[in-house]
């Protein structure tokens, strides 16, 4: 194991410390981003020293048992693993799709800290379980390929272009697009999604009973 400093998907808890490893668990599930892994490495110290556990099993089920009060259920596993020596529990935390997670309260990351989730965090958290909206956040940051109708003019029927853009945001309730310099953002609703089997990725064609022309 290379020794990492804490940040938002990464914290350092020696055995005596697991008094907030709940806390820590719903923050890491509902703040971890899709195809990222969030992890705690018990036994280990901020600065990078090791002071390992006495009982690894123990440290295991105590982590089954802090995760099995959570709902909806996480995506976890524990490894045990040595460093300098010294037996250590790593565990890891996925995104799964069903946040928010609840243990009590509910808290999220914010940089290196647990903090309580506020109305709004609630809010988006829940926007991101709908299915459209969780496919598109998979592809943010990434080129997609995006079709408006090109019902201009008069011009009615499937004449769709085709565009590569780059999906550079997703809420509850819109997606913005960007080709270059230039933006555009569309309202979920309006948006079906499809494949582009020639590129391997992403299809997104705006409706073209809302949108009647490209907007470049």
């Given at each position: 194991?290379?020794?990492?400093?804490?940040?938002?998907?990464?914290?350092?808890?020696?055995?005596?410390?697991?008094?907030?490893?709940?806390?820590?668990?719903?923050?890491?599930?509902?703040?971890?981003?899709?195809?990222?892994?969030?992890?705690?490495?018990?036994?280990?110290?901020?600065?990078?020293?090791?002071?390992?556990?006495?009982?690894?099993?123990?440290?295991?089920?105590?982590?089954?048992?802090?995760?099995?009060?959570?709902?909806?259920?996480?995506?976890?596993?524990?490894?045990?693993?040595?460093?300098?020596?010294?037996?250590?529990?790593?565990?890891?935390?996925?995104?799964?799709?069903?946040?928010?997670?609840?243990?009590?309260?509910?808290?999220?990351?914010?940089?290196?800290?647990?903090?309580?989730?506020t109305p709004e965090v609630y809010?988006?958290?829940?926007?991101?379980?709908?299915?459209?909206?969780?496919?598109?956040?998979?592809?943010?940051?990434?080129?997609?390929?995006?079709?408006?109708?090109?019902?201009?003019?008069?011009?009615?029927?499937?004449?769709?272009?085709?565009?590569?853009?780059?999906?550079?945001?997703?809420?509850?309730?819109?997606?913005?697009?960007?080709?270059?310099?230039?933006?555009?953002?569309?309202?979920?609703?309006?948006?079906?999604?499809?494949?582009?089997?020639?590129?391997?990725?992403?299809?997104?064609?705006?409706?073209?009973?809302?949108?009647?022309?490209?907007?470049?």
């Amino acid at each position: 194991m290379v020794w990492q400093a804490e940040d938002s998907l990464r914290e350092k808890k020696l055995e005596n410390d697991l008094g907030d490893l709940l806390k820590t668990l719903v923050a890491f599930a509902n703040s971890v981003a899709p195809n990222d892994t969030a992890q705690i490495f018990i036994g280990e110290r901020d600065d990078g020293s090791v002071q390992g556990v006495t009982n690894a099993d123990n440290i295991q089920k105590s982590v089954k048992k802090e995760a099995d009060k959570i709902y909806p259920e996480i995506y976890y596993r524990t490894e045990v693993y040595e460093r300098d020596g010294k037996k250590c529990v790593r565990v890891d935390v996925k995104h799964n799709g069903l946040a928010p997670h609840f243990g009590g309260a509910s808290w999220v990351r914010k940089g290196p800290t647990t903090i309580l989730a506020t109305p709004e965090v609630y809010q988006q958290l829940i926007e991101l379980r709908l299915a459209k909206t969780r496919e598109l956040r998979q592809w943010l940051g990434k080129t997609v390929s995006v079709s408006w109708s090109n019902r201009a003019h008069g011009v009615f029927g499937p004449n769709w272009g085709q565009y590569p853009c780059t999906l550079v945001e997703v809420t509850g309730y819109f997606s913005t697009f960007a080709d270059g310099q230039r933006r555009q953002s569309e309202p979920n609703e309006w948006l079906v999604l499809g494949w582009d089997g020639s590129n391997n990725r992403l299809h997104i064609y705006v409706n073209p009973e809302m949108r009647t022309r490209p907007p470049w």
